[in-house]
T-cell receptor, first 114, second 113 residues
Framework: EAGVTQSPTHLIKTRGQQATLRCSPISGHTSVYWYQQALGLGLQFLLWYDEGEERNRGNFPPRFSGRQFPNYSSELNVNALELEDSALYLC?????????????FGSGTRLTVV | GQQLNQSPQSMFIQEGEDVSMNCTSSSIFNTWLWYKQDPGEGPVLLIA?????ELTSNGRLTAQFGITRKDSFLNISASIPSDVGIYFC?????????????FGKGTKLSVKP
């Protein structure tokens, strides 16, 4: 069984640009979660998608947005990039919304803003 | 919002020693989880706890869900070099509109052979 896959593994952008990060959940998982892990900090919850809808959102500005596609894959978009957006962005999937059967994380996308 | 206080922030121990780390919360959780993260990878689940007072083992790892539902600890016995990494506790209240894990800031473990 394939795990959670994220692409790209690394992304370098210039301040003010937009970044798009992608996530494919484990087959059969309907919920996708996005987390930001900045250097020296823990994982900060960004967004939760299930069945194509945004279910919950962390304390991040609106320039962090995303969507979930009918095949349950997901995109995270970060507009107007700032230097402090540099971080590891992790995606996780879960079998059922709000019920813990096993959060499985991908290896992340390392976003560097210069 | 909910926050988890994880301690210690880092540990530097000798191979073979036992390790203990803990996590406390200002509010209760229905589920406590412990993850390990290796460099360049996403966190990997070690142990999941679903019931207050529950004590669960996974090999050399033992974790407990505190009776108050506001704390949890993780013990690693007889540490080995491959235990090196960052350990995160996470709490969750499943059901409803939440569904997201709240993470501690991690305990960085270094093991000296």
């Amino acid at each position: 069984e394939a795990g959670v896959t994220q692409s790209p593994t690394h992304l370098i952008k210039t301040r003010g640009q937009q970044a798009t990060l992608r996530c494919s959940p484990i087959s059969g998982h309907t919920s996708v979660y996005w987390y930001q892990q900045a250097l020296g900090l823990g994982l900060q919850f960004l967004l939760w998608y299930d069945e194509g809808e945004e279910r919950n959102r962390g304390n991040f500005p609106p320039r962090f947005s995303g969507r979930q596609f009918p095949n349950y894959s997901s995109e995270l978009n970060v507009n107007a990039l700032e230097l402090e957006d540099s971080a590891l962005y992790l995606c996780a999937s879960n079998a059922s919304p709000g019920v813990y059967y096993g959060y499985t994380f991908g290896s992340g996308t390392r976003l560097t803003v210069v | 919002g909910q926050q988890l206080n994880q301690s210690p922030q880092s540990m530097f121990i000798q191979e073979g020693e036992d390790v203990s780390m803990n996590c406390t919360s200002s509010s209760i959780f229905n589920t406590w989880l412990w993850y390990k993260q290796d460099p360049g990878e996403g966190p990997v689940l070690l142990i999941a706890l679903y019931k207050a007072g529950e004590l669960t083992s996974n090999g050399r790892l033992t974790a407990q869900f505190g009776i108050t539902r506001k704390d949890s600890f993780l013990n690693i016995s007889a540490s080995i070099p491959s235990d090196v990494g960052i350990y995160f506790c996470a709490g969750m209240n499943y059901g409803g509109s939440q569904g997201n894990l709240i993470f501690g800031k991690g305990t960085k473990l270094s093991v000296k052979p």
